[in-house]
């Protein structure tokens, strides 16, 4: 499939881990490119080899304001909708804002998306849509109840998309994201992403805590093949495509314990002592899913999505990035 070349594109969130590698491809395929990001979790230096870029725009704003968000679509064709306060335990600890901004600003980004007569809506969904359902491989019509603030949003965002759909008109895709990794992810915070956080771990000679016994498993999903769906996504010319859900993954699971081992592994060809560092074991986190697991059976019928990195490869060039962002820093 030939990708979208030539669009101008509203991406929402576009500095944050996956906003800026979208803003990044789009740049690279031809097209204009707006950033529409407040910095709440979206960091500058993700975008600043765009900013001298003619065909990127940076507008410092917030989707919780719906003239923000109109001002935001001014000549768009395109919106790709990332922007959101991710993370279980962050809902769990502070569910008004998780619902603010992840549905409030949600549905102000569909009236503004709707107003503007945009092309298509795709956005950024979630695998904790799928809750309590304890079958694998998760299949995109059978969710369970939520288990999270977090989950309830983002299920929300499909209810919402599907409504806009059928009253307006809006054409929308969601991407169910399944535990995304790969480069500028944020390793730091309370709130960071497990591979990140346990790479920056290792690399420090710290010793990760893993929740549980590493049992849990995941359908861990390198950026590469995020980004693929999302170009897929907005190019695709297949209106069955159209107004649907999909998993974005890879299509396996690994434990934790897996996980630990690869980065091990990966990492001591840099510093053999890495291999000696001491796991420690923690309780499970409240809302946590035990596993999970994609079909991308959907994904490949209706959009022709052919993911290129299988978890080690993905995983491999992720501690490469980070271990030569470290080196950097200390030069």
Not at 104 to 113: D, E, H, I
Not at 293 to 314: M, N, R, T, V
Request: with cysteine; glycine share 8%.
């Amino acid at each position: 499939m030939d990708f979208v070349k030539g669009e101008k594109i509203l991406v929402t969130g576009g500095a944050g881990f996956i906003g800026s590698n979208l803003c990044e491809k789009l740049l690279l395929l031809d097209n204009e490119v707006v950033c529409l990001d407040n910095f709440s979790t979206g960091k500058r230096e993700n975008i600043t080899t765009f900013l001298n870029d003619s065909k990127f725009t940076l507008i410092e704003g917030d989707i919780r304001d719906l003239d923000v968000c109109h001002g935001a679509m001014s000549g768009v064709d395109l919106v790709s909708h990332q922007a959101a306060l991710g993370s279980v335990p962050r809902s769990i600890n502070d569910p008004i804002t998780t619902n603010e901004v992840n549905i409030s600003g949600f549905l102000n980004m569909l009236v503004a998306s709707k107003d503007a007569n945009i092309d298509r809506f795709v956005y950024a969904a979630s695998s904790s849509t799928y809750g309590d359902s304890e079958k694998l491989p998760k299949v995109e019509e059978n969710i369970g109840k939520p288990l999270s603030p977090y989950a309830i949003t983002k299920y929300v965002n499909e209810l919402y998309a599907d409504i806009f759909q059928r009253t307006y008109g809006l054409n929308t895709i969601g991407l169910r994201y399944f535990n995304v990794f790969g480069r500028r992810q944020d390793p730091d915070g309370g709130y960071a992403a497990v591979i990140p956080k346990f790479i920056k771990m290792l690399i420090s000679h710290e010793s990760p805590v893993i929740n549980g016994d590493g049992s849990y498993s995941r359908d861990f999903t390198y950026i590469d093949n995020v980004i693929q769906m999302n170009l897929l996504a907005l190019s695709t010319n297949n209106n069955q495509a159209l107004n649907q859900v999909y998993n974005t993954a890879y299509g396996e699971r690994n434990t934790l314990n897996d996980l630990i081992h690869h980065l091990k592994e990966f990492l001591k060809d840099f510093d053999s002592q890495i291999s000696n560092l001491e796991i420690q074991f923690g309780p499970s986190r409240e809302g946590d899913i035990p596993h999970s697991l994609a079909s991308i059976d959907k994904a490949k019928a209706l959009l022709g999505y052919e993911p290129q990195f299988d978890f080690q490869s993905g995983l491999k060039e992720t501690v490469k990035w980070f271990w030569e962002m470290v080196q950097n820093v200390k030069t």
